[in-house]
């Protein structure tokens, strides 16, 4: 059985925040039931440490505590900490102790988001951070967003690995009938830790997501590539042409249009989820309306989602221990989700006592 | 059997479940180049991790009984 205390996957990188997030106010997120302080130094670097003053815990995001410089000051008694979580100030005494420290956490940004280990800073390994370069990169415009989802994780990850759903849950946005109807094909590299799962129609409906930003009018040849990354990375590559058009032997793919879906599942607690959405798109780069379309469709659906597994978690709260599922060929890709998050639920090491106040995280080199 | 398009046994470490086209059954093919047709993921996804165990590769796949569903 798996305990509250191992609930979600550590030693690992989750998304704390977009990068805009983050600026000369202090700000706080919690992730995986651990409040984080996030703030950006005078030249420009992020940091993260414990939001908790070392001293009465007072959160250190909560005025009036403040950023001076680049100390913070705890609105309670006045402790200061430098960016590295050091107490480099206590009201009264001249003499610091020496364990008034702030846990610090390995922090790093990558296309767009910032990225918090959550574990033994000794096993930050910034080369381990997933991917998502079209959410920074030349070629592509991106939309985002992020949305409180009140349930737990997996109940995202279900979600997401399973896209029959968008027929029944977002028709009208993005579902269409044969979204449910179409066969997928579902790939897990174990040893890289990656679940596949490709559902290719070749003759489906246009929803308006897609009819409205790309302009085709027609039936169309739809592709959805799944690729989850546990525990945080998941990325929906979207192929959309008319009827018929394919990629050329070279891969090239002019006729289409391509859209990158990127969901960052990070959790805030056992019960609780921060949902960080993405759309990247190859085409109307410069379209301010298709901007403002896309973004807004999205977070309709995305809402969709939350209001749905919102209802789902508090329903399953009150199931009785021992509930059964059926699980159905929809839900080969989710499944095989659910064995890597427990194989990394498993491979956590059990949490240290108290929230490591004293100890400094590795500086962690960017690759 | 379906007419599916068959790809390659999946690389190390790859493990495949296929959905076959115009049936409810789901084909696994482990990166060994043994494969199984089975009714549901979870069958499918126990005799994949199962490997070696069950596992003969290059052997016709092997039919299990239908039901409607897996229970879990």
Redesign the interface.
């Given at each position: 059985m798996v305990s509250a205390m191992t609930e979600f996957p550590r030693e690992q990188w989750y998304v704390a925040a977009y990068g805009r997030e983050i600026g000369r106010e202090l700000f706080s997120r919690t992730v995986c039931g651990e409040s984080i302080l996030f703030w950006r130094t005078g030249a420009g670097e992020v940091t993260a440490t414990s939001d908790r003053c070392v001293h009465r815990r007072f959160p250190l995001a909560e005025p009036p505590s403040r950023l001076v410089g680049d100390r913070v000051v705890c609105g309670y008694h006045g402790f200061s900490y430098g960016a590295d979580g050091r107490c480099v100030a206590v009201p009264g005494q001249t003499r610091v102790p020496r364990t008034a420290r702030l846990r610090s956490y390995p922090v790093l940004e990558r296309d767009s988001f910032v990225w918090v280990w959550i574990g033994d800073p000794e096993r930050a390994d910034a080369a381990a951070i997933p991917r998502a370069r079209c959410l920074d990169a030349p070629g592509y415009t991106v939309v985002s967003g992020m949305e409180p989802l009140e349930a737990g994780y997996q109940l995202l990850v279900d979600n997401l690995l399973d896209l029959s759903h968008e027929t029944y849950l977002h028709g009208g946005y993005i579902g269409t009938p044969e979204v449910a109807d179409t066969?997928?094909?579902?790939?897990?590299?174990?040893?890289?830790g990656v679940v596949y799962v490709s559902r290719r129609m070749a003759d489906a409906e246009c929803p308006p997501f897609y009819a409205r930003s790309t302009g085709l009018s027609g039936r169309i040849t739809r592709w959805q590539d799944i690729e989850y990354r546990p525990p945080c990375l998941y990325q929906l590559h979207s192929r959309i042409a008319p009827v018929g058009v394919l990629p050329n032997a070279d891969l090239s793919d002019p006729a289409a249009f391509h859209v990158e879906v990127v969901y960052a599942i990070t959790p805030e607690t056992g019960h609780s989820t921060h949902d960080f959405w993405a759309v990247a798109r190859d085409f109307a780069l410069d379209d301010a309306g298709v901007s403002e379309f896309l973004a807004e469709q999205n977070r309709i659906v995305v809402l969709q989602d939350v209001a749905a597994l919102n209802v789902l978690q508090r329903v399953l709260d009150t199931e009785p221990a021992g509930y059964?599922?059926?699980?159905?060929?929809i839900?080969?890709g989710g499944?095989?989700a659910r064995?890597l998050l427990a194989r990394l639920v498993e491979r956590s090491e059990p949490r240290g006592t108290g929230d490591g106040a004293g100890r400094a995280a590795t500086p962690v080199t960017a690759r | 059997m379906s007419a599916a398009p068959r790809r390659p046994a999946p690389a190390a470490g790859l493990l495949r479940v296929v959905w076959l086209p115009g049936s409810d059954r789901l084909r696994g093919c482990c990166h060994c180049g043994a494969e199984l047709v089975a009714d549901g993921p979870v069958q499918v996804w126990e005799w994949l991790l199962a490997h070696p165990v069950g596992h003969r590769a290059a052997v016709p796949a092997t039919a299990v009984p239908t039901t409607a569903g897996t229970v879990r």
């Open positions: 066969p997928i094909t579902t790939e897990v590299d174990d040893e890289a059964q599922e059926l699980s159905i060929n839900d080969t499944l095989a064995r | -």
